[in-house]
């Protein structure tokens, strides 16, 4: 019978693991999930914990996921900029509930800089939880439970404002940040009488100007990618300068 009490680390020269360290004086049951950076790595735990290691030992915790007061384990750590931005930001999602947060890379290990991402419609519902997270075409790309994947962008407005200054008459000048989601849900392609109607997207990664999500229950890959065109000659033609689409792989078998 193996009993988890706590999470620990360990690294490898290729040949061999060698445990580095645990929790056990921490009381961290277990590590879902990571992230490194110049300073060290980022943890999340299944308590809701982030941990930073810098290599020697454990700070934290760093921050806490939590909604009210429940806490979300860490599902998945990811860096990511978007093209408006000037510095690298830290995502973290959590499952129980379907919350994304965010901080400056710059500031994260400070712990008070944290914030939680697009406050509303999926991000803002009761159940399921996101699985896994990853980046492309400048969009952040949420594996979650229940079939769905969300599509997670951000962009900067500048808004002026009427001046304060009478004497130069210079309008305020403020930055807004435009922030939308996108749900794509997943249809069964019923290869069988048995294929489970639903799944999770447990596993998310982009690679060769695609995105690849691979599901629970079901032996399928698919990929995702969007292709730049070309304006028309005439705009009434169509309105959409990409188009994007999830396409289904079969592990064996071919999906048509």
């Known amino acids: 019978k193996l009993v988890r009490n706590y999470a620990s680390i360990h690294k490898s020269n290729l040949t061999s693991f060698q445990k580095v360290l645990d929790f056990s004086s921490i009381g ?8 490194a950076s110049n300073d060290g790595i980022f943890l999340g735990g299944v308590s809701g914990n982030i941990w930073f290691y810098d290599g020697d030992v454990i700070k934290g915790p760093v921050y806490t996921l939590a909604v009210s007061d429940l806490k979300l384990p860490v599902t998945s750590l990811i860096l990511h900029r978007f093209a408006h931005e000037t510095e690298d930001y830290i995502y973290a999602s959590g499952d ?21 991402v697009y406050a509303q419609g999926e991000l803002t519902s009761s159940t399921g939880g996101i ?49 939308t989601l996108d749900t794509i849900t997943f249809v069964s392609n019923n290869i069988d009488d048995f294929e489970p109607i639903n799944f999770s997207i447990n596993c998310m990664e982009s690679a060769r100007n695609q995105v690849f999500a691979g599901l629970s229950n079901k032996p399928e890959i698919w990929s995702y990618t969007e292709l730049t065109l070309s304006n028309p000659e005439n705009p009434e033609e169509y309105d959409e300068i990409w188009m994007a689409t999830f396409k289904a792989h079969a592990i064996n078998g071919i999906i048509k």
């Open 28 to 35: 961290e049951r277990a590590i879902t999930s990571m992230i």
């Open 131 to 179: 699985l896994s997270m990853t980046s492309a075409f400048n969009q952040i790309f949420l594996g979650c439970r229940n079939n769905k994947v969300l599509k997670y962008s951000r962009d900067n407005e500048i808004v002026l404002s009427d001046p304060i200054d009478l004497v130069s008459k210079q309008p305020v000048q403020e930055n807004v940040a435009i922030e």
């Open 96 to 116: 129980k509930r379907p919350r994304l947060f965010r901080s400056k890379l710059s500031t994260a290990l400070n712990g008070d800089n944290w914030e939680e």
